[in-house]
C-alpha cells in the first residue's frame, strides 16, 4: 500500500478504527528502516511479532493488586518499550483490550491487550510507552537474556510474596516511592540524600512548610 492508499484507508476508516493505522498497530513497511532483533509470540501463535530495540527502556517485576489479578499470578514482569519499537507481523487486528480503570473492552489508553484467541497478555499500551511481557519473547542466548532482566519491584507493599533477590524494591511506582526490605543499603542512602538536598533546597526557597 503507497502513502496515497494509506492516506484514502484512513479517511474511509472509521475513527473506531483509527488505530490500526498508529503505532504500535500499523505494519512497517519493508523499506522502513526496522531492524527485527527479537520475534515473539502468543501460546496459539495468532499472534506474532518483532522488537528492534536491543534492550529495552527498562525491566520490572510488578506487586500491585491489578497485575496480580490479570495475570493471576504473584507478580507481572513488564519491559518498557516505544511503541515504534514493535512491528506485528500477524494477528494484531485481531486482539482484545481491557480497561481495568473503568472495566471498559474499549481501545481505551492506558488499557491491556491481549490475544482474543488464546487471551494470552500481549502488553499494557500506555498513551506513549508500550509495556511488553517478556515470557512471549525468543530469548535465544543468555546475553538476550540478560538486557530483559528485571531492574527493580515495583508497588512491593501491595506482594503476596517475598523476592529476597537484592533488587530494589519500591512500595509504589520507582522513584515516586519508599525504598523497602531488602533494596541495596547504598541505594537506600542516595536515596535518603536525594530527600535531604530536595528539602534543603524547598527550605532556601521558603517553601518548608
Not at 484512513?10 to 532483533?37: D, I, V
Not at 515473539?40 to 529495552?56: D, Y
Not at 523476592?163 to 526490605?181: C, M, Q, R, T, Y
Amino acid at each position: 500500500m503507497d502513502e496515497a492508499q494509506l492516506d484514502k484507508a484512513k479517511q474511509e476508516t472509521p475513527s473506531s478504527g483509527q488505530w490500526k493505522f498508529r503505532p504500535p498497530y500499523r505494519m512497517h513497511e519493508p523499506n522502513e528502516n526496522f531492524k527485527a532483533l527479537y520475534e515473539a509470540s502468543c501460546h496459539c501463535g495468532k499472534v506474532k511479532f518483532q522488537l528492534s530495540r536491543e534492550e529495552p527502556l527498562d525491566s520490572k517485576l510488578c506487586h500491585c493488586t491489578t497485575c496480580q489479578t490479570q495475570h493471576a499470578a504473584p507478580f507481572q514482569w513488564a519491559a518498557i518499550f516505544h511503541k515504534e519499537d514493535i512491528n506485528f507481523l500477524h494477528g494484531h487486528h485481531d486482539l482484545e483490550w481491557y480497561d481495568p480503570t473503568e472495566k471498559s473492552i474499549e481501545h481505551k489508553l492506558p488499557c491491556k491487550v491481549r490475544c482474543s484467541f488464546c487471551h494470552s497478555p500481549i502488553m499494557d499500551e500506555g498513551r506513549n510507552m508500550i509495556l511488553l511481557f517478556p515470557s512471549l519473547v525468543h530469548l535465544k542466548t543468555d546475553e538476550a537474556k540478560a538486557k530483559f532482566k528485571p531492574r527493580c519491584h515495583m508497588f512491593y507493599g501491595q506482594r503476596v510474596m517475598d523476592i529476597p533477590d537484592g533488587l530494589p524494591k519500591w512500595s509504589g511506582i520507582n522513584e515516586e516511592s519508599d525504598l523497602i526490605e531488602d533494596s541495596p543499603p547504598e541505594l537506600v542512602k542516595e536515596r535518603e540524600r536525594k530527600r535531604e538536598n530536595e528539602r534543603a533546597e524547598k527550605f532556601a526557597k521558603g517553601e518548608n512548610k
